[in-house]
């Protein structure tokens, strides 16, 4: 059974960098199945998918976040990270990770496994 769990700060302030990592058990990232991705979902709103990495390394991101965000993984602790840079309010929200044979979808059908989500919350 795959699990995902979310860790990280649970407050960022305005202009630094966000850092989430999810670890992985139950099942490998690198392994031949499709996505690991990051969603997140404001408050008051929809979820919104953030960008993803392959089993095989290689990383797409939501256009309009692709200038702040970057994911990379460590494979030996089955873990995928998410950075976001320069911060606002704005990107205040809960943070999901999920894995999923496709990206980019912002359903919660969309994906075949979730993380139970952390509150991030951007504030002086």
């Known amino acids: 059974q795959v699990q995902l769990q979310e860790s990280g700060p649970g407050l960022v302030k305005p202009s630094q960098t966000l850092s989430l990592t999810c670890t992985v058990s139950?099942?490998?990232?690198?392994?031949?199945?499709?996505?690991w991705s990051w969603i997140r979902q404001p408050p008051g709103k929809g979820l919104e998918w953030m960008g993803a990495i392959r089993y095989s390394g290689n990383t797409v991101y939501r256009p309009s976040l692709k200038s702040r965000t970057s994911i990379f993984r460590n494979t030996s602790k089955n873990q995928f990270t998410l950075q976001l840079r320069s911060v606002t309010p704005e990107d205040t929200a809960v943070y999901y990770c999920?894995?999923?044979?496709?990206?980019?979808?912002?359903?919660?059908?969309?994906?075949?496994?979730w993380g139970q989500g952390t509150q991030v919350t951007v504030s002086s």
């Open positions: 999920a894995g999923g044979r496709y990206y980019n979808g912002e359903r919660r059908e969309d994906y075949d496994y």
């Open positions: 139950g099942g490998s990232i690198t392994a031949d199945y499709g996505y």
